[in-house]
C-alpha cells in the first residue's frame, strides 16, 4: 500500500482552494482488501478515516486529521454486463475516463454533470448532477454499490441486497462507509442535438414550464447585472453526428468561456466598480449555436477558471419566484457578482439524502471568482433559498444544520438511523458530518 500526499508538508486542498487539512497519515490502497485493512488499523490506532477524490466539492465533506484514503488506484472498468445492461466500476474511476471508456464500447451513461473530473465515488456521494425532465442524478443511475464498513467487512448493496443501505448509500456523504465500486445503468451510446441561444431573463422565467416540458434537458444561465441569459437544450438525436467545429469549439469553449472568461474575473476582482460593465458584455459575448455529439461531449465542458459555489434545489414550482427574489435581491444589495448564475432541474427520485428526494427539483447555483469575498452574496442568497425549503448540495458552500435537514428531508431520520447502525463509533465522523447529520 502506498502513501500519497498533495500540498505541502502534506497539506491536503481542495479544487476551490477554500479547505485545506492536514491527516495524518493519507494511503492509497491498491485492492478492496487493502482498503479494508487500513480502515481497521485506523480504527485500531484511534484515527478518523475519510476517502477523498479530486477535491470538488467545496465543503470540508472529505477533510480529516486523520486517515486519508486517496483511492486513485482503484479505477477502471471490472465488468460489463451487456444482458442487464450494467456496468460496475472502481470508486476511484474519474468520470472522464468512464465516460470514454463506455464511448468506445458504444454504451453511455443516461445524464450526468457538466463537468467529469471528479471520481465516480465522489460525484455520487455527494449528490452531483445535470439537468434532465425525466433522467436524474448521476446517483439514480447507480443499480448496485460495494462498501467498505467501519468493521472493515465489504457490503455489497442493490434493491433486492440491503436495500435500506442502497436506498441510502448511493448520496451517502461518506458517513456510512468507503464506497469501492459502482454498479451504473447504462445505455446505447446515443446522440444529442445541443440548441444554445440567447434569450432575455423575463421570457425564460416566463416559458419555463413550457421549455422545461419540451426538452428532455434545458438549462440556464443568468448574467447578474443585466437582464441576458444563455439557454441550453439537449434532445436526442436520429443524427448525423455534427460536433461542433475545431477552431469554433476553441474559441467559444476555451478563448472565450475560459480565457477571457478568467481574463474579466481578474479585472472584476481589481476593480468591483467594472463588475456590471463587465456583465453586460460577457452576456451577449456568446452567440447562438447548435451542434450534435455523444452525450458526455454535449452534457459537459471544460471548467478551467476557479470558483467557490453555492447550489440549493428548491422545489421546482417554486423556481421562477426564487430567481425573481434573487435577482432583486443583487439589484438593491450593492453587491458586484461577476459569475453567472447556473439553473438546472432533476425530477424526484428515491434516494434518502439526495436534493431531490422525494421532490421534482431545480437547482439554481451562485458562485463567486476564487479569491473574492463571497459571504455576503452567498448569505442573501441562502436566505432566500432557505425560505423556500430550499435542500443544499452537499458539496457545495452552505451553513445549514441536522437541525435544519432534519424538516426538509421527510427521511432524514431514517438515514442517521442506519448509520447508527453501520458506524456506531463514528469511525467516518469529521466536523461537516458532525454538523450536518448530528453527533
Not at 11 to 27: F, K, L
Not at 292 to 306: E, G, L
Request: hydrophobic letters at 40%; a neutral charge.
Amino acid at each position: 500500500m502506498s502513501s500519497t500526499a498533495s500540498g505541502k508538508n502534506g497539506t491536503w486542498r481542495n479544487w476551490g482552494g477554500n479547505v485545506c487539512a492536514r491527516p495524518a497519515r493519507q494511503v492509497a490502497p491498491a485492492s478492496v482488501e487493502e482498503l479494508a485493512a487500513a480502515v481497521r488499523r485506523a480504527a485500531e490506532d484511534g484515527l478518523k478515516v475519510k476517502a477523498v477524490g479530486t477535491g470538488h466539492s467545496f465543503t470540508s465533506i472529505a477533510a480529516t486529521d486523520g486517515v486519508l484514503i486517496r483511492p486513485q488506484l482503484l479505477t477502471g472498468i471490472r465488468t460489463i454486463d451487456r444482458s442487464s445492461m450494467t456496468v460496475t466500476v472502481e470508486a476511484g474511476t474519474p468520470l472522464k475516463r468512464l465516460n470514454a471508456a463506455l464511448a468506445r464500447e458504444g454504451l453511455s451513461l443516461a445524464n450526468m454533470g457538466d463537468i467529469m473530473e471528479q471520481t465516480v465515488s465522489g460525484a455520487t456521494s455527494t449528490g452531483t448532477h445535470g439537468t434532465g425532465r425525466e433522467s436524474g442524478s448521476i446517483s439514480a443511475q447507480i443499480k448496485g454499490l460495494e462498501l467498505v464498513t467501519a468493521d472493515g467487512s465489504v457490503l455489497t448493496c442493490s434493491e433486492k441486497e440491503n436495500p435500506e443501505v442502497f436506498a441510502a448509500a448511493r448520496t451517502g456523504l461518506g458517513a456510512l462507509g468507503i464506497i469501492t465500486a459502482i454498479t451504473f445503468a447504462v445505455e446505447p451510446l446515443f446522440l444529442l442535438t445541443a440548441r444554445e441561444e440567447p434569450m432575455p431573463f423575463d421570457r425564460v422565467l416566463a416559458e419555463f414550464d413550457q421549455l422545461w416540458a419540451e426538452n428532455e434537458h434545458f438549462e440556464f444561465y443568468w448574467f447578474p447585472h443585466t437582464d441576458n441569459t444563455n439557454t441550453k437544450r439537449n434532445n436526442r438525436s436520429a443524427g448525423p453526428e455534427q460536433p461542433v467545429g475545431q477552431l469554433a469549439g476553441w474559441f467559444e469553449d476555451e478563448f472565450l468561456s475560459n480565457g477571457v472568461f478568467q481574463v474579466a474575473q481578474w479585472v472584476g476582482r481589481a476593480a468591483p466598480a467594472t463588475v456590471p460593465a463587465i456583465a453586460q458584455i460577457s452576456s451577449k459575448a456568446l452567440s447562438a449555436r447548435t451542434y450534435t455529439d455523444i452525450p458526455y461531449k454535449v452534457f459537459t465542458s471544460p471548467r478551467r477558471v476557479r470558483f467557490v459555489e453555492m447550489e440549493y434545489a428548491v422545489p421546482r414550482a417554486a423556481l421562477v419566484e426564487t430567481l425573481r427574489e434573487l435577482k432583486a435581491m443583487v439589484e438593491r444589495s450593492g453587491l458586484r457578482v461577476s459569475f453567472p448564475v447556473e439553473v438546472r432541474t432533476a425530477p424526484a427520485d428515491d434516494i434518502t439524502l439526495s436534493t431531490a428526494s422525494g421532490r421534482d427539483s431545480a437547482y439554481v447555483a451562485v458562485h463567486m471568482f476564487r479569491g473574492t469575498p463571497y459571504q455576503a452574496y452567498f448569505t442573501a442568497a441562502e436566505r432566500i433559498f432557505t425560505a423556500h425549503e430550499g435542500r443544499p448540495h452537499w458539496g457545495k458552500v452552505h451553513t445549514r444544520d441536522a437541525e435544519y435537514f432534519a424538516r426538509v428531508y421527510p427521511r432524514f431520520g431514517e438515514f442517521t438511523a442506519l448509520r447508527d447502525r453501520l458506524d456506531p463509533e463514528r469511525l467516518f465522523q469529521n466536523d461537516y458530518l458532525r454538523r450536518v447529520l448530528g453527533s
